[in-house]
């Protein structure tokens, strides 16, 4: 039977997120969850994997938390449980940028449904950044984004402020619009922006995940597969498994049948 896969997250305000860990951790341990969900004072971020009855049951207990009725859920499958064991983790950000006054729930930029999003990225006037990591675009992007080429989130700040004057000098004041995995960064990175004084700024809803869930292939500006942190390393349209493996040397995500650019190091 197959795996079903929960992706999640929902900015909110715990004031106590330490309270919120051990029934959480002892609610997914009795339903045979895997995986990892991380509580912050900002919210809920993870992604978990079981039973469908278990995702159930666990999801019902997040909507119940103060602020996450509206919880965004990516569902996918795996052929296998694709964690190796459960982590509920304590973290002062549940996506780590390092800007301790960036604050979504006060100002984010406009959310693109993904049927709408190819004309946002079609537009020339627009600006197209990937907010993910060097690793995870190497899989996969957008037709045209521009890659950051970070190692991390939290170099994205230092990232924009030193990129700001090419990206939106002489006077320019185009759309800038953002995308991610499941629509935690961009949401962050927008707000970010916006903290920054950029005014039009826009995320895709749901991240690539929801993309490749609704948009046919035929029809999609996506090119590759979407990189997810997990053992099924990567998905393809309709989120189904892609074709990419993990190199046991390095840790990068390798195409089937290609070899990793380590063994040329």
Known sequence: MAITVAALYRFARFAEPATLRAPLLSLCEDAGIKG?????????NGTIAGSTEGIASVLDHLRALPGCADLDVKFSEAATMPFGR???????EIVTMGEP???????VGTYVAPH??????????????????????????????????TRSFREFPTWFRAERERLLGSGKAPKVAMFCTGGIRCEKSTAFLKAEGVEDVYHLKGGILRYLEDVPAA????????FVFD???????????????????????VAVGECCPCAND
């Open 36 to 44: 990892t969900l991380i509580l912050a004072r900002e919210g809920i």
């Open 86 to 92: 459960l982590k509920v983790r304590l973290k002062r």
């Open 101 to 107: 006054d960036i604050d979504p729930l006060a100002s």
């Open 116 to 149: 709408d999003w190819n004309a946002l990225i079609s537009d020339p006037e627009t600006i197209v950044i990937d907010t993910r990591n060097d690793y995870e675009v190497a899989v996969g992007t957008f037709a045209n984004a521009i890659n950051p080429q």
């Open 219 to 226: 029809q999609s500006l996506w090119q590759g597969e979407c």
């Open 231 to 253: 053992e099924r390393v990567a998905l393809g349209h309709g989120l189904t498994e892609g074709e990419h493996s993990l190199c046991k040397s390095c840790g990068r995500a």
